[in-house]
């Protein structure tokens, strides 16, 4: 076994054994992946050379595109004002307050190298901040909030990220007119193309029947469009979050039941190795790091950080606590005097939550060697991300909890009654419609119409639309736990048999399979 092999085994252990530790000690895996991998690099581990135009092609490209396709369009919509204001106006803010202030600590660092620093760190990484607030209940309007932003501002800062690269070693004078043009057409031109991808794979895939292959072109569709949006010199993060919502809304018309589950299983795994992998190269990261900058005094680089990190947590709380002022005052609106307006608690968890990540490492890795300050940028883009994801990850929660942002979940669990139970009357109506079919058997409707009669009158009591509910739940909970224990009798005797040499191991998993998703069907 060679030396490359001996640490991928190494990195695979260590996530497994970081992530297990942040699941014991209920905190989110970046945080404890992060330092987890920092302390494997200052223990010897041999220094890992990312290169980040692979890093930002292999794991960017489905990160986005999975993050798109579950995503809620409706609500994404509904949201779409605070999502655009975080997403564009918030991070060309945080890139000029960061630039200002290594600008004013850095001696002899340009504008445009200081403004690259800016679009470096100004994209948020949702994965920490969404697992924390899904966990504590908080609120799902602001996990849509984070969630549509961080679709959309890689986008603006890897736009405003090439832009600042240019003026840097580009001779010719820096434009915000040419800026502000290069940033619009390369945005509607991955728009454009992650639209034509889209409609491309959803015309395909509808015409297949086979899980294996449609779950391969949907491990493909992010790099289908991502790869020729950066050929093509357009917003390649936006092609891959097009395509990714295109193809999720076009989904539930275009995959068959089994392609949905062995998708949905594959995409939670894919997306939790991806981010695992990419946390903990970045704590690998430090000591090389630190290395590259030891003529600078420790001191010095502290207070880099500190500065740097206090400027893009605070332009984030200020810009949450006082934008809605303004735009209240700019909009008149009837509408927006009768909408639910966002508390102060909401809008200091949304500015609190801004935690960065893998994005903006691999920008700040991506730069030239030769370009100037970059050890400098490397360094405070990797202090950024500790500081945010550390400090600002495990004081969220204890923020969360005395602000008092929590959901009781009703709003949810009304959504999912009212979707059952229309579902079941949708049932009926099938079952009616059957009955006057030759084929059927009038038995057989019966049976069936018993069971969703009893399942309606069983909704209607939750939601209380019948005032007696005739202990439907008591006996609906006694009959799904009969059920249970009748199906884990028959994984056990099928697995007796498949010891016993009876039966194959794959007609014991085939068979269990099956018993599987009959249990996963159980409400209890």
Not at 132 to 147: C, H
Not at 250 to 278: D, V
Not at 397 to 420: C, F, H, K, N, Q
Request: hydrophobic share 55%; aromatic share 8%; charged share 20%.
């Amino acid at each position: 076994m060679d030396e490359l092999e001996v640490i991928l085994v190494a990195l695979l252990l260590a996530v497994s054994l970081l992530a297990a530790a942040a699941r014991a000690i209920n905190v989110p895996y970046p945080i404890m992946l992060v330092i987890g991998g920092a302390l494997l690099g200052f223990a010897g581990l041999e220094e890992i050379e990312l290169d980040p135009d692979l890093v930002l092609l292999l794991f960017l490209p489905p990160l986005l595109y999975s993050g798109a396709f579950f995503a809620n369009l409706r609500e994404l919509r509904t949201a779409v004002r605070p999502i655009s204001l975080l997403a564009i106006g918030l991070v060309l803010l945080t890139m000029v307050a960061v630039a200002a202030t290594a600008h004013a600590l850095i001696d002899g660092i340009s504008w445009p190298a200081a403004f690259v620093l800016g679009a470096i760190v100004g994209p948020t990484d949702p994965v920490a901040a969404t697992a924390i607030a899904r966990r504590l209940g908080v609120p799902r309007r602001i996990v849509t909030v984070l969630e549509g932003e961080a679709l959309v501002n890689d986008a603006t800062a890897l736009v405003a990220y090439r832009i600042a690269i240019a003026a840097t070693t580009s001779a010719v004078a820096f434009s915000f007119l040419d800026a502000a043009w290069d940033f619009a057409w390369k945005a509607a031109g991955g728009i454009a193309i992650g639209l034509v991808v889209g409609f491309v794979i959803a015309q395909v895939r509808q015409r297949l029947n086979d899980p294996l292959i449609e779950n391969t072109i949907g491990l493909l569709s992010p790099y289908a469009a991502y790869v020729p949006a950066e050929l093509l010199h357009v917003s390649a993060v936006l092609a891959a979050v097009t395509v990714g919502c295109y193809v999720g809304w076009m989904a539930p018309r275009i995959a068959s039941p089994a392609t949905r589950l062995m998708g949905f299983g594959m995409w939670e795994l894919l997306q939790f190795i991806l981010n695992a992998f990419l946390f903990i190269l970045i704590g690998l990261q430090l000591p090389s790091i630190l290395e590259a900058l030891e003529d600078t005094s420790p001191l010095t680089l502290l207070g880099w950080a500190v500065a740097v990190s206090a400027a893009v947590v605070f332009v984030r709380l200020l810009w949450s606590w006082f934008t809605v002022f303004p735009i209240r005052w700019l909009d008149r609106r009837a509408v927006m005097r009768t909408r639910p307006r966002t508390r102060w608690q909401e809008r200091s968890i949304i500015g609190w939550a801004g935690m960065r990540g893998a994005v903006s490492l691999a920008a700040a890795l991506a730069l030239p060697v030769d370009f100037p300050f970059r050890d400098e940028i490397v360094f405070l883009t990797f202090a950024v991300i500790f500081v945010t994801l550390v400090l600002q990850g495990l004081t969220l929660p204890p923020l969360i909890r005395m602000l008092g942002v929590l959901d009781d979940g009703s709003e949810e669990e009304r959504e999912e009654l009212t979707a059952r139970l229309y579902a079941t009357q949708a049932a009926l109506v099938r079952l009616e419609e059957l009955g006057g079919e030759e084929w059927t058997r009038d038995d057989t409707i019966e049976r069936m119409r018993g069971a969703y009669e009893y399942r309606r009158r069983r909704l209607k009591a939750r939601a209380g639309k019948i005032e007696d509910d005739e202990g439907f739940e008591d006996r609906s909970t006694q009959y799904q736990t009969i059920v249970r224990s009748v199906l884990e009798a028959q994984r056990a005797e099928i697995v007796r048999l498949r010891n016993e040499g009876t039966i194959s191991n794959d007609v014991m998993h085939r068979i269990e399979r099956e018993l599987d998703l009959e249990d996963e069907r159980l409400e209890i």
